[in-house]
């Protein structure tokens, strides 16, 4: 039976195709619902022009690739999915990347 996690969401149609870095948040591990003091990610968090400047946060796994901008920057992804899963009757999307680079940079 298909899964509402197999569905694939064209990322350039969603979020559009400028996205401004505002902020980068540590992702934390966890074991046995307990917060670890080790870092195994980072969400970078982007605000969408095209769309009412809606945020959504971009998991990439291992070190900090970015800083935390003063201000904003646009930054493109690298390998970007997003998926959507299904939590308490309301459906929401998860975004992750392999990569991150400044827009106005060549990777």
Same mark, same amino acid.
């Given at each position: 039976?298909?899964?509402?996690?197999?569905?694939?969401?064209?990322?350039?149609?969603?979020?559009?195709?400028?996205?401004?870095?505002?902020?980068?948040?540590?992702?934390?591990?966890?074991?046995?619902?307990?917060?670890?003091?080790?870092?195994?990610?980072?969400?970078?968090?982007? %605000?969408?022009?095209?769309?009412?400047?809606?945020? #959504?946060?971009?998991?990439?796994? !291992?070190?900090? *690739?970015?800083? &935390?901008?003063?201000?904003?920057?646009?930054?493109?992804?690298?390998?970007?999915?997003?998926? %959507?899963?299904?939590?308490?009757?309301?459906?929401? #999307?998860?975004?992750?990347?392999? !990569?991150?680079? *400044?827009?106005? &940079?060549?990777?």
């Amino acid at each position: 039976m298909l899964n509402i996690r197999d569905l694939k969401i064209d990322a350039a149609a969603t979020l559009g195709s400028k996205k401004l870095l505002v902020d980068v948040v540590p992702v934390y591990e966890y074991k046995d619902n307990q917060r670890m003091d080790k870092v195994v990610a980072y969400r970078y968090v982007v %605000a969408l022009p095209e769309r009412a400047f809606e945020k #959504i946060g971009v998991r990439i796994d !291992g070190p900090q *690739l970015i800083d &935390t901008p003063d201000g904003f920057v646009e930054v493109t992804f690298h390998g970007l999915e997003l998926t %959507a899963y299904e939590s308490g009757g309301k459906v929401n #999307i998860i975004a992750k990347a392999t !990569g991150i680079s *400044l827009a106005n &940079t060549k990777h």
